[in-house]
């Protein structure tokens, strides 16, 4: 049995198609990553996994109870936390991080190991006492990341969790994740940190409430066919111009320092000599290189007739 | 290049506990300046401090050549402020958030007009004019929010986090439309805890603790750390505490 089981589920807000049909399964035990651009309907699929709202059409099963029918069942053996987790302000952390822990009845024994180990992650150690509105954003984000984290459901949804959280609390953030996936528990986690789809299991993206591509994130990565490189020079932006032009890419992006260049066809070396040359100085390396998930999700955003932003639904973000 | 902000020993307390340490900045016009921390380091309170919302403990600073002690208001009219939760009023419409900004701006009714059109288009948000805010996906929000922040041609910008969440193609588009603004001479000031758009920016600073622990171009960060990219740099010295 798959811990859960999404079967042509669909979703509308008014005349606003959010979900339209999609069919997913998350195997037990599995660390599942769902990414896509704001609106394209991630946030709507893991409200009605966690029984929050009701699909218009298909079946959504967790643990093999019904999302519809079997509410209260499914909320015992769930852990949710969405987007915009309410702390309470005036509580401080150590009694926010109890609070929680006293609702999601953890045993004592455990306590103590999984308070440490979230205030190493968090930093938020020498803070305990300080109230909840005190605390930066990120520090409130790891806060209520923490109290989603005190117990150790069957099934845990996480809603764009690291959102606002510095990169070194991440890399700590993720092996939590990992720790608690070792003691059974099912993970389904939305993120906009593309570094991060890397470290699940299998990913879905979706798009326009639609599932484009889902695998394990290897396998994601080979389906890319095109070549692509990574190019190096004085001024990136005025590379992004020059081979945006030319009439073998398919797309350009930066990446950072550098601009990585998807071909439809593998460029000759008199080519790349062409280039270097029209660049006037400017181009300085290239190189071929495999693709990151970034890579192909910017690829698949570029080519899939997007259009103008105004293309986009208006409806409930996702 | 005229200098936009500058800082001496900029200090804030809370209490006996010092999360602002004896700051010193300077940044010139139509520079981008990123600013860099781990979470509580200090950055939205530098912000704050800047754009005369919250006074300092110590020290000096002027933006656009006001000080933040005895002419904040001056300092409000000259520069726009995206804060990390972009403040726009949910229940009002694209279209409205934008009028009510323009008010508090004092722009008249027929520049409001013109500016609406300008600034919606400038955006990609012309189709979106009567849509409610809370239903925008969060690139729409962002956009609006910034759309709101330089509608008065501020002279500086300060963006708290303007990217936080936004999916890796609405955030590049977000990059451009900062680049595009600063090419036109507008200072940008900004945090993210996006390692490769730190590389977008001219200069960027990292903050623990309060302190200002680093300060140079990206270019000149890696190649003193010996690193291939600011995020190791990053980890470099935030990550050994
Ligand atoms: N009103 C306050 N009272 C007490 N402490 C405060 C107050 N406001 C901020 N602080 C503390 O000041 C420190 C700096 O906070 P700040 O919001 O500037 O951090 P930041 O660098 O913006 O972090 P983030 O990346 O999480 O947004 C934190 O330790 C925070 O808890
Ligand atoms: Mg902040």
Same mark, same amino acid.
């Given at each position: 049995m798959n811990a859960i089981e999404i079967t042509d589920?669909? &979703?509308?807000?008014?005349?606003? *198609?959010?979900?339209?049909?999609?069919?997913? =399964?998350? $195997?037990?035990?599995?660390?599942?990553?769902?990414?896509?651009?704001?609106?394209?309907?991630?946030?709507?699929?893991?409200?009605?996994?966690?029984?929050?709202?009701?699909?218009?059409?298909?079946?959504?099963?967790?643990?093999?109870?019904?999302?519809?029918?079997? *509410?209260?069942?499914?909320?015992? *053996?769930?852990?949710?936390?969405?987007?915009?987790?309410?702390?309470?302000?005036?509580? =401080? *952390?150590?009694?926010?991080?109890?609070?929680?822990?006293?609702?999601? $009845?953890?045993?004592?024994?455990?306590?103590?190991? $999984?308070?440490?180990?979230?205030? $190493?992650? =968090?930093?938020? =150690?020498?803070? &305990? &006492?300080?109230?909840?509105? +005190?605390?930066?954003?990120?520090?409130?984000? &790891?806060? +209520?990341?923490?109290?989603?984290l005190v117990h150790t459901p069957r099934v845990l949804v996480l809603d764009e969790p690291t959102t606002g959280v510095d990169p070194v609390s991440r890399r700590e953030f993720w092996d939590i994740l990992r720790s608690i996936q070792k003691q059974g528990t099912t993970i389904l986690v939305s993120t906009a940190y593309l570094d991060e789809a890397d470290r699940c299991d299998r990913v879905a993206l979706m798009y326009r409430g639609r599932v484009v591509v889902s695998g394990a994130p290897s396998s994601v990565r080979e389906g890319f066919s095109y070549p692509l490189y990574r190019l190096k020079g004085k001024d990136v932006r005025a590379l992004q111009a020059q081979f945006a032009a030319?009439?073998?890419?398919?797309?350009?992006?930066?990446?950072?320092?550098?601009l990585h260049v998807v071909f439809n066809v593998e460029p000759s070396e008199s080519r790349w000599a062409e280039w270097r040359a029209t660049s006037a100085g400017n181009l300085e390396t290239w190189g071929r290189q495999p693709p990151s998930i970034e890579d192909v999700f910017m690829d698949l955003m570029s080519t899939q007739d997007e259009g103008a932003p105004g293309a986009a639904p208006a409806g409930a973000r996702s | 290049m005229n200098t936009s902000i500058h800082t001496e020993n900029l200090t804030r307390k809370f209490g006996e506990f010092v999360a602002v340490d004896r700051v010193n900045i300077s940044v010139g016009s139509g520079e981008i300046f990123g600013f860099l921390g781990p979470n509580g380091a200090g950055k939205t309170t530098v912000i704050r401090m800047l754009c005369g919302l919250l006074k300092p403990t110590a020290g000096k600073a002027t933006v656009a050549g006001f000080d933040v002690y005895t002419q904040s208001e001056l300092i409000k009219q000259n520069i726009g402020y995206m804060s990390q939760k972009f403040s726009l009023y949910d229940d009002l419409s694209v279209g409205e958030n934008f009028e009510f900004y323009a008010g508090v701006y004092g722009l008249g009714a027929g520049e409001i007009a013109e500016k609406r059109r300008e600034i919606l288009g400038r955006f990609g948000l012309e189709a979106y004019g009567s849509a409610v805010t809370r239903d925008l996906p969060l690139g729409f929000k962002q956009r609006l929010a910034l759309g709101c922040a330089v509608l008065h041609e501020p002279r500086i910008l300060f963006l708290d986090e303007p990217t936080s969440g936004v999916d890796p193609k609405a955030r590049r588009e977000f990059? /451009? #439309?900062?680049?595009? #603004?600063?090419?036109?001479?507008?200072?940008?000031?900004?945090?993210?805890?996006?390692?490769?758009?730190?590389?977008?920016?001219?200069?960027?600073?990292?903050? %623990?603790?309060?302190?200002?622990?680093?300060? %140079?171009?990206?270019?000149?960060? /890696?190649?003193?750390?010996? /690193?291939?990219?600011?995020?190791?740099?990053?980890? %470099?010295i935030v990550g050994s505490d």
């Amino acid at each position: 049995m798959n811990a859960i089981e999404i079967t042509d589920f669909r &979703k509308e807000y008014g005349t606003t *198609v959010a979900v339209r049909g999609i069919s997913l =399964s998350v $195997r037990e035990g599995e660390l599942f990553g769902l990414i896509g651009p704001d609106g394209s309907g991630k946030t709507t699929t893991m409200r009605a996994v966690c029984t929050l709202l009701v699909p218009d059409a298909g079946t959504i099963l967790v643990q093999g109870l019904d999302t519809s029918r079997d *509410v209260m069942r499914i909320r015992a *053996v769930l852990g949710y936390m969405p987007q915009r987790f309410s702390l309470y302000q005036d509580l =401080s *952390v150590e009694q926010n991080l109890r609070f929680f822990a006293d609702l999601f $009845r953890v045993p004592p024994a455990e306590r103590l190991e $999984r308070e440490e180990q979230l205030y $190493r992650f =968090s930093r938020l =150690s020498e803070f &305990k &006492k300080r109230k909840a509105a +005190a605390l930066s954003g990120g520090m409130k984000q &790891k806060l +209520a990341l923490s109290c989603a984290l005190v117990h150790t459901p069957r099934v845990l949804v996480l809603d764009e969790p690291t959102t606002g959280v510095d990169p070194v609390s991440r890399r700590e953030f993720w092996d939590i994740l990992r720790s608690i996936q070792k003691q059974g528990t099912t993970i389904l986690v939305s993120t906009a940190y593309l570094d991060e789809a890397d470290r699940c299991d299998r990913v879905a993206l979706m798009y326009r409430g639609r599932v484009v591509v889902s695998g394990a994130p290897s396998s994601v990565r080979e389906g890319f066919s095109y070549p692509l490189y990574r190019l190096k020079g004085k001024d990136v932006r005025a590379l992004q111009a020059q081979f945006a032009a030319a009439a073998e890419t398919r797309t350009t992006q930066l990446f950072g320092d550098a601009l990585h260049v998807v071909f439809n066809v593998e460029p000759s070396e008199s080519r790349w000599a062409e280039w270097r040359a029209t660049s006037a100085g400017n181009l300085e390396t290239w190189g071929r290189q495999p693709p990151s998930i970034e890579d192909v999700f910017m690829d698949l955003m570029s080519t899939q007739d997007e259009g103008a932003p105004g293309a986009a639904p208006a409806g409930a973000r996702s | 290049m005229n200098t936009s902000i500058h800082t001496e020993n900029l200090t804030r307390k809370f209490g006996e506990f010092v999360a602002v340490d004896r700051v010193n900045i300077s940044v010139g016009s139509g520079e981008i300046f990123g600013f860099l921390g781990p979470n509580g380091a200090g950055k939205t309170t530098v912000i704050r401090m800047l754009c005369g919302l919250l006074k300092p403990t110590a020290g000096k600073a002027t933006v656009a050549g006001f000080d933040v002690y005895t002419q904040s208001e001056l300092i409000k009219q000259n520069i726009g402020y995206m804060s990390q939760k972009f403040s726009l009023y949910d229940d009002l419409s694209v279209g409205e958030n934008f009028e009510f900004y323009a008010g508090v701006y004092g722009l008249g009714a027929g520049e409001i007009a013109e500016k609406r059109r300008e600034i919606l288009g400038r955006f990609g948000l012309e189709a979106y004019g009567s849509a409610v805010t809370r239903d925008l996906p969060l690139g729409f929000k962002q956009r609006l929010a910034l759309g709101c922040a330089v509608l008065h041609e501020p002279r500086i910008l300060f963006l708290d986090e303007p990217t936080s969440g936004v999916d890796p193609k609405a955030r590049r588009e977000f990059w /451009k #439309t900062i680049h595009d #603004t600063a090419a036109g001479g507008t200072t940008v000031f900004v945090t993210t805890h996006y390692m490769e758009e730190a590389e977008y920016c001219h200069r960027v600073s990292i903050i %623990d603790g309060g302190v200002i622990v680093a300060l %140079d171009t990206p270019g000149r960060l /890696k190649e003193s750390h010996g /690193k291939e990219s600011v995020q190791d740099v990053f980890v %470099d010295i935030v990550g050994s505490d």
